[in-house]
Every structure is written in C-alpha cells, then in structure tokens.
C-alpha cells in the first residue's frame, strides 16, 4: 500500500503536524510505503492508495496553494487535517475543515479529518495588534468592515488564545491525528 502525505506549510506548523503524522505511521505501519512532501515538489499523484493532505487555513479554508491540489484528487481515499490560529473546535476551525472536505468528498472517499491550533506569525499578530487602533491610522481608515475589524483585532481573550497556540500542535495533536488515520485505515479495510 501506498500512502502519501502531502503538505502545504506557512509558518511551520503544519509541516510539524504532516511529519509527525508521517513519523508515527512509519514506525507504526512498516509494510506500507508512506512517503511525506510539501505539494509544491509533487511530481505525481498517481499510484497512492491513501492521500493525507495537510493545509494552513486561510481566509476560512485551504490556502490557495493546498486547494488547487485538492482539486486535482480524484478517486481515491483522503484524509485532511490542517492548522489555524482560533481553536479547532470553533465555528471559525469546524467551517474550515468542512471547507476542505468540500474540495476533496465529491470525487474521493473521505477517510478522516483532523485540525489543530497552531502559532500564528509574528506577522500576522502585529496586523491584528494593529487593528486595535485603525481609527488613528488614516491609510487604513475605511479599509477594513467592522465585522473584519472585530472577529480579527488583537482583543486580550484572543492574546491568550494565541499565546496557547503557540505551544501547537504538539506530540499529543501527532498522536491523536495519527492514530484517526490509521483507525480509519484499517476500519475501511484498507490496510
């Protein structure tokens, strides 16, 4: 059996997850050939039994990068998981995932998903900090809806929960996405 995890990764985080996940099965599933890449040095998707895709969400969904891959599945078994800064089990994190799984479901069977916080960019913070005041940034003035400015400005609830981010994903996020793969690997025969 062949297996493929294929991965796109801004801040890291999602690499950890996607190697993690393939450490794990490798130790765990010997027999089977399990090979772990980011998409972008994908030469071929064909010949994989099983295709885990890992994405960083953005905007609510896959990045761009993980989407247009998505796309290009067909007939054969996907899990995805992915990272994101608010908590996973958020309407933000649980729309995200169904977004991904919209890409893949039609044409594929869906073995699994699996999302987990992650550390946002240093980046990105600053820009949510900045939020905070963009009635005294005359450039950005009038950019942005209030509905933007609130579900994105640096409030301190949302520090806390970036700050917890930050410690994400971790072994215990490795071991639970590993173990709903495999689970779900075996439970549709499939190993």
């Not at 890992?54 to 896959?62: A, H, Q, S």
């Not at 550390?119 to 209030?146: E, Q, W």
Request: with cysteine; hydrophobic share 40%; charged share 25%.
């Amino acid at each position: 059996m062949k297996i493929l995890i294929a991965y796109n990764s801004k801040t890291g985080n999602t690499k950890k997850l996607a190697t993690g996940i393939y450490q794990t099965l490798r130790t765990q599933l010997p027999q089977h050939q399990i090979i772990c890449t980011p998409i972008n040095r994908l030469k071929s998707i064909n010949g994989f039994d099983v295709i885990l895709v890992g994405y960083w969400v953005d905007k609510g969904g896959p990045n761009k990068e993980a989407t247009k891959f998505m796309k290009t599945i067909k007939n054969t078994k996907v899990g995805i998981f992915a990272t994101l800064g608010e908590q996973p089990d958020s309407k933000h994190g649980m729309k995200a995932l169904l977004r991904g799984e919209a890409l893949v479901k039609q044409n594929n069977n869906v073995i699994g998903k699996f999302a987990c916080q992650g550390a946002v960019s240093p980046k990105v913070l600053t820009f949510f900090k900045m939020l905070n005041h963009i009635d005294k940034n005359p450039k950005l003035k009038g950019k942005f809806n209030d509905e933007f400015i609130k579900n994105h400005a640096l409030t301190p609830e949302k520090a806390k929960m970036y700050k917890l981010g930050a410690m994400h994903p971790n072994e215990l996020d490795i071991k639970y996405a590993s173990a709903l793969f495999k689970e779900r690997m075996l439970e549709r025969i499939i190993l």
